[in-house]
């Protein structure tokens, strides 16, 4: 079956064409080699998702359905060391279809996070192959533990094999938590014998809760 690119053009929708931004278009025309008419699927990262054609640099949209959103988990983790690090958290969670990533401040963490607009283009991207309806959210700014809202999942040595079904669930940084950083209501989860990496804690325990 010949593979029909997927992209996300933000909404408000008017008119019957989508106009698609001049690096959508030269992917879709230079590295793909599609050509007007071409058949393109499309989203507005909010759960409506369509079935069209290439036009002149847009979508000439065609029918559409609202998808419901494949989860209403949040991932918060401590920002990996490095950029090429967080890129690989961010587009793994989103093409999981985690609902939301908040950035996490620790004692022994990291405070060096990507632009927002890269982290968005991370983002962007990874439902884009994906095939996705929904954009992640990502939080703006770093937002310490005793913040987060809900039932509250910790990843951390020594905690139970099943969490349970926690609305948040937190990847601490390399150097671990903090004792007095981990809240007493909150549920210790334990993820395996080894040590794990930021990013692969976060994309085990995502895939573990999402199934």
Known sequence: MKHIPHVVVGAPWSGE???LSPIQWRHLTKVLRKNRGDPVTYTD???TRGAGRLGNQSVVRGEEIEVPRPSNLTIAAAPPASKDRQRFLVEKLAELGVAKLIWLDTQHGKDRVAAPSKVFGWV???VEQSQGSW??????SLVRITDLEGVVGICHPGGVADPGAPDVVVIGPEGGLADDEIPIDSVVWDLGPTILRVETAAVVAASRILG
């Open 124 to 126: 962007l991207a990874a």
């Open 17 to 19: 064409e989508l106009t």
């Open 45 to 47: 990262g909010l759960g």
């Open 135 to 140: 954009l992640m959210e990502i939080s703006p």
